[in-house]
């Protein structure tokens, strides 16, 4: 069964989903997935590349953006360049489901308490739910304050 899970975060701004990102990520490199990074265009996913490689002072999230050759268990992807590599977990940091989200293991949704980003993921959850996913919720506002 598809399985999509939402991670909702106290907060409304860019930084906290981005550091939520990181400890994502680094939950899931501890295990033998793969995952792809579904950014908004180019320019989001290379700021987001820089940032992985930075993610903490001791440590770093290897990853590779799609038009890279080297490997890398993270990849970034965007619509233009949009060719994953592997079908295990997708994070969609857009506000749209990308067309072949099916054919992935996982998908991750991150949801912020921005209004625009609040409306966008309802209307997402919505066709997960109609598209016959497995919803798993993860609040994660008591843990974050």
Same mark, same amino acid.
């Given at each position: 069964?598809?399985?999509?899970?939402?991670?909702?975060?106290?907060?409304?701004?860019?930084?906290?989903?981005?550091?939520?990102?990181?400890?994502?990520?680094?939950?899931?490199?501890?295990?033998?997935?793969?995952?792809?990074?579904?950014?908004? +265009?180019?320019?989001?996913?290379?700021?987001?590349?820089?940032?992985?490689?930075?993610? =903490?002072?001791? /440590?770093?999230? &290897?990853? !590779?953006?799609?038009?890279?050759?080297?490997?890398?268990?993270?990849?970034?992807?965007?619509?233009?360049?949009?060719?994953?590599?592997?079908?295990?977990?997708?994070?969609?940091?857009?506000?749209?489901?990308? +067309?072949?989200?099916?054919?992935?293991?996982?998908?991750?949704?991150?949801?912020?308490? =921005?209004?625009? /980003?609040?409306? &966008?993921? !309802?209307?997402?959850?919505?066709?997960?739910?109609?598209?016959?996913?497995?919803?798993?919720?993860?609040?994660?506002?008591?843990?974050?304050?």
């Amino acid at each position: 069964m598809k399985k999509a899970d939402f991670y909702i975060l106290a907060g409304a701004d860019e930084e906290s989903r981005q550091q939520f990102l990181g400890k994502l990520l680094s939950r899931i490199m501890r295990t033998e997935l793969q995952v792809y990074l579904y950014c908004a +265009d180019q320019f989001s996913a290379q700021k987001l590349s820089e940032r992985l490689w930075e993610f =903490q002072a001791t /440590s770093f999230l &290897a990853n !590779r953006l799609i038009n890279e050759s080297h490997s890398a268990r993270i990849c970034l992807g965007w619509p233009e360049q949009h060719q994953p590599p592997h079908r295990q977990v997708i994070i969609n940091l857009t506000d749209q489901i990308p +067309d072949d989200a099916a054919q992935f293991e996982r998908i991750a949704e991150i949801v912020t308490q =921005q209004p625009d /980003s609040l409306v &966008a993921s !309802r209307e997402r959850y919505k066709r997960y739910r109609t598209e016959g996913y497995e919803i798993q919720h993860n609040d994660m506002r008591p843990k974050q304050q």
